[in-house]
């Protein structure tokens, strides 16, 4: 659902994946990013926003693993 939310609002979707900071930063560049250049700097924000999902998803995992190593 995230992946789906970034291709219209990449700085939320960014929120969603537990970096409020770069969000911020996202949404400060994004809003005169799309004004100016008519909507033609979208995809960067969107391929930006699928590798911060991905990159979140495989810390949860690596996590999840540590811990289940640490468990047994």
Partial sequence: MNYVL???L?????LLTGRPILSIVVFVIWIPAIIFSGGLTHPMFILLAWVLIYQ???ERRT???????RDE
């Fill in 6 to 8: 970034a291709l219209f």
């Fill in 10 to 14: 990449p700085p939320l979707s960014i």
């Fill in 56 to 58: 979140s998803g495989e």
């Fill in 63 to 69: 996590r999840r693993i540590e811990r289940s190593y």
